[in-house]
């Protein structure tokens, strides 16, 4: 009896408590005006995110090139490298990329980055100084600089496309900065 007589009293709490209020309280300050999104909802303003500059992949640079950009944590980089031009318009490829030579021979463009600074760099099973000048100058590279909020809430974008992630961070050519390279 004791058991049923509990379950009631607990019963009858849980539905009537919600059901409480007090009075209203004071209204708070004003927010900050956001910058209008889809459907005039707040949207997000995210600037400087892509930037574009030629690097040559020398012997004196060790193949690689290095350049401060601030990362924060949480936050990616992505690293395209113009692969080729198909009628006037650029095709970018996301590194890491590699390319297989006749006789096992293999070249890869690759990247790393820290918060403060990234580097693009060659790799190759055979002696780079031998490579072909093609491979090596005037290659255009293109850095995309995602916060993490974008990667997370855009899981499905494939990052492999240039394009889709220029769409995704709401950015057009004219948007892409010059980068300085070393």
């Avoid at 692969?83 to 463009?109: D, H």
């Amino acid at each position: 009896m004791k058991k049923i007589l509990y379950l009631v009293v607990m019963m009858v709490a849980i539905v009537s408590l919600p059901a409480c209020e007090g009075p209203e309280g004071p209204q708070g300050p004003p927010g900050l005006d956001g910058v209008d999104g889809e459907d005039g909802e707040d949207g997000i303003e995210v600037l400087n995110l892509v930037f574009e500059g030629t690097v040559n992949f020398l012997e004196e640079n060790d193949f690689a090139i290095v350049s401060q950009l601030e990362i924060s944590p949480g936050d990616n980089l992505l690293v395209y490298l113009e692969w080729n031009q198909v009628e006037e318009n650029s095709l970018w490829r996301l590194l890491p990329q590699t390319i297989f030579f006749g006789e096992g021979a293999i070249l890869t463009y690759n990247y790393q980055y820290t918060n403060t600074i990234f580097n693009v760099f060659m790799q190759a099973n055979f002696d780079l100084t031998e490579i072909a000048e093609e491979y090596t100058n005037n290659q255009r590279i293109r850095v995309v600089l995602l916060p993490g909020f974008f990667v997370e809430e855009n899981a499905r974008v494939d990052f492999n496309d240039f394009d889709a992630v220029m769409e995704l961070i709401g950015k057009d050519e004219n948007d892409i900065l010059p980068l300085d390279l070393k």
